[in-house]
């Protein structure tokens, strides 16, 4: 409830209908936060960082023949042995969005969830921890009494870093502005950005509850790089695992539909075509023409095999990398053994494998356990996928910004 807690307050400074409707038309304070034009950027590529075209490469550098060939690998399924005392965690968010004609209102969330396995006789369990937080993109400058500003976080400027913000015990929501000087107009899509920042801040926060007491192989939603957050958000956010021993991360993706790593790599690399579709004389021109690695996965990989990790940096984040290149990303796909057969997307950062080959590849086979038992995702991301929901959340908001602004007799038009 702290999440509906935080922004109640907020209501009140919504002035009666009387001051609201003789005041002239006028847009937010201009000293409250706004996206840059790099994050409203972000808004139109995929998933992973990508263009929504290939005119444009999405990486800055490729680099192949870690595991010392490009030849697909074996991945085996754990034993009971290879699961006993360990832990399997998960960390998902979501975000929701009230959109109003004057205003927006943000709703983000981020939950871990661990499962640990046992032997028989000791008692498997799970639980779940969840980060929230709030915010209000202004639009309207006459919704809000200039008040406002007192219940909610004092940030200005752009590219705004939000992880300490976050960590701070002071739950106020934030108050960003819409901004029509930017590139896109819409203020839904602007909110659509603070929404995702937000949540992807979050999910960063929550590995520093990544259990430590045993081994654990920590299963993070999405690219190892957010595609939202500033670049020092993100290398404070994946501190804490230069500090682990016994716990790999592995940054999980379902939507390879919107991936062209393996596309571009072809494109990159002559020999790598050549390895992987022998005489065959692909061309350039032909592959440009390829819309997604989902198109080639089937054609390289056979049921329960991985494809040997490419250090793939991201153009997008490639700050990340020359501030601290140990975060390099090793990207690798797997194809299920269940049908219909799917296929997942891993990234593991560069010195975790460097330091410890045996250790990784257990924790893929455990990914790829948990991904066949989930069969679209690994088992234990879906359940916290169902557990950082803020569907009730929102309905319970958007009735109280209902009830706020019929006492107050202000009728905002609904825009379809």
Request: aromatic content about 10%; some cysteine; proline content about 7%.
């Amino acid at each position: 409830m702290e999440i509906i807690n935080s922004l109640t307050k907020l209501w009140d400074f919504i002035p009666n209908s009387e001051e609201y409707y003789n005041k002239p038309p006028k847009g937010p304070p201009e000293h409250l936060p706004t996206l840059s034009e790099e994050e409203i950027e972000n808004l139109s590529k995929t998933f992973f960082g990508d263009p929504q075209d290939m005119k444009n490469y999405a990486y800055e550098s490729l680099e192949f023949n870690i595991e010392g060939d490009m030849a697909p690998k074996e991945v085996k399924l754990p034993n009971s042995d290879d699961l006993k005392d360990i832990n399997v965690c998960a960390i998902d968010g979501s975000n929701q969005r009230i959109d109003l004609i004057s205003f927006y209102v943000l709703l983000a969330r981020a939950t871990i969830i661990n499962f640990r396995y046992s032997k028989p006789g000791y008692k498997p369990y799970f639980y779940t921890r969840s980060k929230d937080c709030s915010g209000v993109v202004w639009v309207d400058g006459n919704i809000f009494n200039e008040e406002i500003e007192t219940h909610t976080k004092k940030l200005s400027g752009e590219n705004i870093e939000l992880m300490s913000e976050i960590e701070k015990p002071n739950k106020d929501p934030f108050l960003f502005r819409y901004d029509p000087s930017k590139s896109e107009k819409s203020p839904s899509s602007q909110a659509l950005g603070w929404s995702v920042k937000l949540q992807q801040a979050l999910e960063l926060a929550m590995i520093k509850e990544v259990p430590k007491n045993a081994p654990c192989v920590c299963i993070r939603d999405g690219p190892l790089f957010s595609t939202s957050v500033a670049p020092k958000d993100t290398i404070q956010g994946l501190s804490p695992i230069f500090t682990w021993k016994d716990q790999v991360l592995i940054s999980c993706s379902k939507r390879v539909k919107e991936s062209s790593l393996l596309v571009e790599s072809l494109i990159y690399s002559k020999e790598l075509r050549d390895f992987w579709f022998p005489k065959q004389e692909i061309l350039e021109s032909t592959l440009r023409s390829v819309a997604t690695d989902a198109l080639l996965i089937p054609k390289i990989l056979k049921p329960g095999q991985r494809t040997p990790f490419i250090a793939a940096v991201p153009r997008a984040r490639k700050k990340i990398v020359e501030d601290n290149e140990r975060l390099t990303p090793l990207v690798c796909y797997y194809y299920s053994r269940h049908r219909p057969n799917t296929f997942i997307r891993l990234e593991v950062p560069k010195f975790m494998y460097e330091r410890n080959k045996e250790m990784v590849e257990k924790a893929i086979q455990i990914v790829a356990w948990q991904h066949e038992m989930g069969h679209r995702a690994p088992l234990v991301q879906l359940a916290a996928d169902e557990r950082c929901q803020l569907g009730p959340e929102k309905k319970i908001v958007e009735n109280q910004i209902r009830g706020s602004l019929a006492r107050r007799d202000i009728n905002l038009s609904e825009i379809y």
